[in-house]
């Protein structure tokens, strides 16, 4: 097949899982194509089978703001017709499926159908879609896809509950490569690389996320500071946004700066997870919990938040612990305890690693997808 894919090219699991699917779906022998307004960060413009189109947007005096959404359609008909796409996979409902609309309405009144799959990924949902400024166009987008996925079974029930939404919805789950996220098993090996963050004695707490405020970033700091001041621990936080600076004051004020890392944003993660003990994840709401399963890939369990599709996740006690959101007490006390347990803490490794591998891997979840676009085209 020839596959356009949308998504927003930026550090979030909408981009991450789009440009990954993209990468499983070249290797398989199809043709991917990216339409965005810049190259997907993951992507490095070499791998065979996948080509890039950036979206062009003019910027004239009489728009205050740039109209990237019909840049966008414009594009994406472009595309579709010039290397004749079978369909249109586009992540994140606002504006990509609007979008994907306009293109197909554009090509449909030359005589060529493109049908086009809209994935539902969270914040599309839970936030911005159910701004009254947005609901009706959201709606009718999804409602006029023709194909639907949802990232967990939560964000797809809300979809239908606060959308009306009447179409089918497919269940297709974020996925992890299991070969690319791995623990690193051999024990001297995984010693000496978390010397580069830690002493011997020392664990390692992870926190990996955009920094915005829904992922709760400050509480991360919050449940290391409490964890610290019983055990030698350092902790390494991963990606950047609108809440790192509170993250890194609230280090600075509670003097454990010494021993927080803020790296910013990484491309190789993967290479991270594995050094870590616990990743924490105490997010107002996850519609899935991507960076969990990545590190659940990696033998590292979670200390997260029972919010929206976390608990399809993590097996709450088996492959990680959940809490109320805000319950930093609860969070630390948690994690102390699995360090204080060394065979229990490796007995969560172990079965987080097995539930990825057994649920979540790329070699399951995309075929699955392939199957969905074999669907659409048949009934398109």
């Known amino acids: 097949m020839r596959i356009g894919i949308t998504c927003y090219p930026t550090y979030g699991g909408s981009g991450v899982v789009a440009t990954e699917l993209g990468i499983e779906l070249a290797a398989l022998g199809h043709q991917v194509h990216f339409i965005s307004y810049s190259q997907p960060f993951r992507l490095n413009g070499r791998d065979e089978g996948i080509y890039y189109h950036e979206v062009p947007v003019s910027n004239y005096p009489l728009f205050e703001f740039p109209p990237y959404d019909l840049a966008l359609a ?14 249109l996979h586009v992540h994140y409902a606002i504006p990509h499926s609007v979008s994907a609309l306009l293109a197909r309405q554009m090509l449909a009144s030359r005589g060529r159908r493109l049908p086009f799959v809209t994935t539902l990924h969270g914040t599309d949902i839970t936030l911005v879609g159910l701004d009254r400024s947005y609901l009706p166009i959201t709606r009718y987008s999804i409602q006029e896809s023709d194909g639907v996925t949802s990232i967990s079974n939560y964000l ?113 993660v993967n290479e991270l997870l594995p050094l870590a003990d616990l990743l924490l994840m105490p997010s107002e709401l996850e519609s899935f919990g991507l960076a969990a399963l990545e590190a659940m890939a990696c033998k590292v369990p979670s200390i997260a938040t029972r919010v929206g599709g976390v608990p399809e996740l993590i097996d709450d006690g088996v492959t990680g612990l959940l809490y109320p959101v805000g319950d930093v007490d609860g969070m630390a006390a948690g994690a102390l305890n699995l360090l204080k347990d060394p065979s229990r803490l490796d007995a969560m490794r172990d079965a987080a690693r097995k539930s990825a591998q057994q649920r979540f891997c790329a070699t399951l979840v995309v075929p699955r997808y392939v199957r969905f676009y074999e669907h659409v085209l048949a009934n398109s």
């Not at 414009?74 to 369909?87: F, G, H, N, Q, T």
């Not at 996320?209 to 030698?232: C, G, L």
């Open 74 to 87: 414009s594009r994406m008909a472009e595309v579709a017709e010039y290397y004749e796409l079978d369909l």
């Open 156 to 268: 797809k029930e809300k979809t239908i509950r606060d959308f009306g939404v009447t179409r089918p919805i497919e269940t297709l789950t974020n996925f992890v490569n299991c070969d690319v996220y791995t623990p690193i098993n051999d024990e001297a090996a995984r010693a000496e690389a978390r010397l580069h963050f830690a002493k011997p004695d020392e664990a390692i707490f992870i926190h990996l996320s955009n920094f915005r405020p829904v992922k709760r970033a400050v509480d991360a700091v919050k449940i290391f500071a409490r964890v610290a001041t019983e055990r030698p621990a350092q902790l390494v936080l991963v990606g950047d946004g609108p809440d790192r600076s509170a993250a890194e004051w609230l280090a600075h004020d509670l003097g454990i700066h010494n021993r927080v890392h803020f790296l910013g944003k990484q491309e190789r």
